[in-house]
């Protein structure tokens, strides 16, 4: 079979009985792991059976999802799956696919252009390096609060680690919050 290269149609990837997953671009062994970091990455795949050649690429999405779902990385309500679960069989069950994909559509459109909005107001301007600070602290954070996570330079140890003194935090919290007026009066600016 013809090797693909980058943006030549879908990589594909072979599945043998073993379970193994064999990746035709990089003549490779892949993992479950490998091909969420290529969705992530927004490369195109196609999973077949390589007995078969039937394709299996839902299956394998819906194992990849499954996976991060049972790892602590919950990102569908229980309330949305049991909906979900009540629509098969259902007269509407031919239409809440279209309807999810546009719905995901849609929110990742916002979810760019609010992403682009926020960068191109602060590309050229002072606020700039808040800007990233904020941002690495905030997913500082974000990782801290992980189940298992770590605040990034931080050695991992059975303790937590020690707290800052309260006059530090407060002059933190202080300037955290000057910095937040300043961006909100930014963003107000360029509603106007």
């Given at each position: 079979?013809?090797?693909?290269?980058?943006?030549?149609?879908?990589?594909?990837?072979?599945?043998?009985?073993?379970?193994?997953?064999?990746?035709?671009?990089?003549?490779?062994?892949?993992?479950?792991?490998?091909?969420?970091?290529?969705?992530?990455?927004?490369?195109?795949?196609?999973?077949?059976?390589a007995k078969?050649?039937?394709?299996?690429?839902?299956?394998?999405?819906?194992?990849?999802?499954?996976?991060?779902?049972?790892?602590?990385?919950?990102?569908?309500?229980?309330?949305?799956?049991?909906?979900?679960?009540?629509?098969?069989?259902?007269?509407?069950?031919?239409?809440?696919?279209?309807?999810?994909?546009?719905?995901?559509?849609?929110?990742?459109?916002?979810?760019?252009?609010?992403?682009?909005?926020?960068?191109?107001?602060?590309a050229n301007?002072?606020?700039?390096?808040?800007?990233?600070?904020?941002?690495?602290?905030?997913?500082?954070?974000?990782?801290?609060?992980?189940?298992?996570?770590?605040?990034?330079?931080?050695?991992?140890?059975?303790?937590?680690?020690?707290?800052?003194?309260?006059?530090?935090?407060?002059?933190?919290?202080?300037?955290?919050?000057?910095?937040?007026?300043?961006?909100?009066?930014?963003?107000?600016?360029?509603?106007?």
């Amino acid at each position: 079979m013809k090797k693909q290269s980058v943006g030549d149609g879908p990589v594909i990837i072979k599945k043998y009985a073993n379970r193994r997953l064999y990746n035709t671009e990089t003549s490779s062994y892949i993992t479950l792991e490998h091909l969420a970091a290529m969705t992530r990455e927004g490369r195109d795949f196609k999973v077949v059976d390589a007995k078969t050649d039937a394709d299996i690429t839902h299956n394998v999405l819906t194992q990849i999802i499954m996976e991060e779902e049972s790892r602590g990385e919950t990102m569908l309500p229980i309330n949305f799956l049991r909906q979900l679960i009540s629509m098969y069989g259902d007269s509407m069950q031919t239409m809440v696919p279209g309807y999810l994909e546009a719905s995901m559509d849609s929110f990742r459109r916002n979810h760019d252009q609010f992403k682009s909005a926020v960068e191109g107001a602060f590309a050229n301007s002072p606020f700039a390096d808040i800007a990233k600070r904020n941002m690495a602290m905030f997913e500082a954070a974000a990782t801290a609060f992980k189940p298992g996570g770590q605040m990034p330079g931080m050695p991992m140890t059975g303790s937590a680690p020690a707290a800052p003194s309260a006059a530090s935090k407060d002059d933190e919290i202080a300037s955290l919050k000057a910095e937040l007026s300043k961006l909100t009066e930014k963003i107000e600016k360029l509603d106007k």
